[in-house]
């Protein structure tokens, strides 16, 4: 049978204190309900240079367990690479530098000694556009466990697939062809395929790259709808440009600007009462 993680970190309850590095960390408004959380992914003093040129500038940002948290800001302003930070995608890009820490349940993940494959299916991707192997909608979530040797058995497969589409709201819908390719579906569904493909090997932490930006507003409300389910048990960061996606779906936001986190927060507060003004700009749709 195909149990579940449990891995619960418990090492890790601090106050909130978030993040631009410049700012007094005690006296940034956060609501008292937020005031102890387990801290899943920790990122301090962050740096990184694509060649010469910095794309980010001494990034601070707490990450909360089961809790989704929105990266938004103007293109360029650095999401995707802050996200791809945070499982080690931005190691496959050639010249790219990384300077500060990132930890995960306390542990450092640049540490030598962590195993990058592991990480990964740890803190799993959901990308811009869906992704699915050219395999069928069975292979796509079954390839990785019996990689990783999660499942073995036709059976603990069979389970664990069924386990992990139910999951991502997509098993009623292709229970009866899941020797089709995953290709054929439509985008939404794709989508919820990859997610599924995520979710088989077990991970803690999902980071999702605009995953709802090439879908229609029905599949983009179902995977909206997806993301307030799978928060009760796992841990999420998610890029929008979609601000009301952002209000809908994260409980924190981090406002992000010319490679810094101008602003991070409660996400009722960010968007009702930001501190700063370029935050307010932003927000307010006055640029971006
Ligand atoms: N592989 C790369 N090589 C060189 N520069 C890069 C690379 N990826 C991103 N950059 C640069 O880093 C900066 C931040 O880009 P990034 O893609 O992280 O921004 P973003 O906030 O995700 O933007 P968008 O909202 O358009 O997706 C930009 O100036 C971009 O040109
Ligand atoms: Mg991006």
């Keep these: 049978m195909y149990s579940e993680a449990t891995t619960e970190s418990s090492e890790t309850t601090e106050p909130v204190t978030a993040m631009t590095g410049q700012t007094d960390s005690t006296s940034q408004g956060q609501k008292a309900d937020t005031a102890e959380k387990n801290v899943k992914v920790k990122a301090e003093n962050v740096r990184l240079w694509y060649g010469q040129a910095q794309a980010l ?83 796509n979530v079954a390839y990785a466990p019996r990689l990783h040797g999660i499942a073995n058995s036709r059976r603990e497969l069979d389970e664990l697939v069924e386990h992990s589409l139910k999951r991502a709201g997509l098993w009623r819908e292709v229970s009866d062809r899941l020797q089709t390719p995953g290709t054929a579906l439509s985008g939404g569904q794709q989508q919820r395929l990859c997610i599924a493909r995520a979710i088989a090997v077990n991970p803690e932490v999902i980071l999702m790259d605009e995953p709802a930006s090439s879908l229609d507003p029905l599949a983009t409300a179902t995977i909206e709808e997806l993301i307030d389910e799978l928060k009760d048990r796992y841990t999420i960061a998610i890029v929008t440009h979609n601000l009301q996606q952002a209000a809908r779906v994260a409980g924190y936001t981090a406002f992000f600007h010319m490679g810094e986190i101008v602003e991070f927060n409660d996400t009722d507060t960010l968007f009702t009462n930001p501190r700063e003004q370029k935050t307010e700009d932003y927000i307010t749709g006055r640029y971006g």
């Design 57 to 139: 500038h001494d990034l601070n940002l707490n990450i909360y367990e089961r809790e989704v948290t929105a990266l938004i800001g103007p293109s360029g302003c650095g999401k995707s690479s802050f996200l791809r930070c945070l499982n080690r995608m931005n190691d496959l890009i050639p010249n790219v530098r990384i300077e500060g820490q990132i930890t995960l349940d306390g542990e450092d993940i640049y540490d030598p000694d962590v195993d990058v494959v592991q990480l990964r299916s740890n803190v799993g991707m959901v990308f811009q556009k869906p992704n699915p192997f050219p395999k069928s909608i069975y292979e």
